[in-house]
């Protein structure tokens, strides 16, 4: 199986703070990267697929870059309905895999 | 926009079958290029891929529950359904059904339904 490691496991950030996540993957997996958002006591959501595409009415200030086994995801600027839990997960290679999440909390 | 929701026994003996349907609606089970999944949550864990089913009934499931889990279609209700056998405690979580757009990822999930191991 693919791993995937997320860092940092948590941070704490102020409103319109830039933020930024970092997912590696054990092996390569080209850009088949996909981020989920997840607040608590709900689904996670669906944010970016194809490493840095962003799924239909997902706010601009999300971006994602990275190729092979280094990505990022990027809020430009921190808004209070940000905070949640955020999971990187590879579909390059079967079982699919998920980090072990990020939690975002407001400083 | 499409909206799957679980349905299911929320509560299930050891050594027993945990089954859960999930609903489809404003899409179909058998339009092409998408994979029905299931993923899971361990209370305060993170997520766990446990397999798809593609329109035309082929399956895929995770190594790790391959020998214990079943995952079937049923066109003519518009929903799939789980199947895990012989569970344990460490099987409660909350299951959520998926999309899978495949080359685009999951792209539309339920809303989560708890199952508890417990005896």
């Known amino acids: 199986d693919i791993q995937m490691t997320q860092s940092p496991s948590s941070l704490s950030a102020s409103v319109g703070d830039r933020v930024t996540i970092t997912c590696r993957a054990s092996?390569?997996?080209?850009?088949?990267l996909a981020w989920f958002q997840q607040k608590p006591g709900k689904a996670p959501k669906s944010l970016i697929y194809?490493?840095?595409s962003l799924q239909s009415g997902v706010p601009s200030r999300f971006s994602g870059s990275g190729s092979g086994t280094d990505f990022t995801l990027t809020i430009s600027s921190l808004q209070p309905e940000d905070i949640a839990t955020y999971y990187c997960?590879?579909?390059?290679?079967?079982?699919?895999?998920f980090g072990g999440g990020t939690k975002v909390e407001l400083k | 926009q499409v909206q799957l929701q679980e349905s299911g026994p929320g509560l299930v003996k050891p050594s027993e079958t945990l089954s859960l349907t999930c609903a489809v609606s404003?899409?179909?089970?058998?339009?092409?290029?998408?994979?029905w999944s299931w993923i899971r949550q361990a209370p305060g864990k993170g997520l766990e891929w446990i397999g798809y089913?593609?329109?035309?009934?082929?399956?895929n499931y995770n190594p790790s529950l391959r020998s214990r889990v079943s995952i079937s279609v049923d066109t003519s209700k518009n929903q799939f359904s789980l199947k895990v056998s012989s569970v344990i405690a460490a099987d409660t979580a909350v299951y959520y059904c998926?999309?899978?757009?495949?080359?685009?990822?999951?792209?539309?999930w339920g809303q989560g339904t708890l199952v508890a191991v417990s005896s």
């Open positions: 089913i593609s329109d035309s009934g082929s399956t």
């Open positions: 997960q590879q579909y390059n290679t079967y079982p699919l895999t």
């Open positions: 092996r390569g997996i080209t850009n088949y």
């Open positions: 998926a999309r899978d757009a495949v080359m685009t990822g999951v792209d539309n």
């Open positions: 194809a490493t840095s």
């Open positions: 404003g899409g179909s089970v058998s339009s092409g290029s998408y994979y």
